[in-house]
Nanobody
Framework: QVQLVESGGGLVQAGGSLRLSCAAS????????MGWYRQAPGKQRELVAR???????NYADSVKGRFTISRDNARYTVFLQMNILKPETTADYFC?????????WGQGTQVTVSS
């Protein structure tokens, strides 16, 4: 089993920054992909960014150039640096770990961007 615990969400004004963290614990092996998804009220959950253990990352088009995903493999932690936040960024953000086609999810952390 894998447990994921997110932190770093909160309320921020438009144009500001937040940094999300997700710590993984349990049976974790190399070759996994960690990432962040978000779900706004009334919308489906969508990918924000993900990163492999080797550091290869991809982003949703809407966040390219503003968000940066990184990970610390030694600490089984993934980060999401979010800059130039926009009101439409408001959502619950979920940490995800994908390993051998199994998805593990955190409980989510709320991000609210005020205009």
């Amino acid at each position: 089993q894998v447990q994921l615990v997110e932190s770093g969400g909160g309320l921020v004004q438009a144009g500001g920054s937040l940094r999300l963290s997700c710590a993984a614990s349990g049976s974790i092996f190399s070759g996994n992909v960690m990432g962040w998804y978000r779900q706004a009220p009334g919308k489906q959950r969508e990918l924000v960014a993900r990163i492999t253990t080797g550091g290869a990352a991809n982003y949703a088009d809407s966040v390219k150039g503003r968000f940066t995903i990184s990970r610390d493999n030694a600490r089984y932690t993934v980060f999401l640096q979010m800059n130039i936040l926009k009101p439409e960024t408001t959502a619950d953000y979920f940490c995800n770990l994908l390993y051998k086609r199994i998805n593990y999810w955190g409980q989510g952390t709320q991000v609210t961007v005020s205009s």
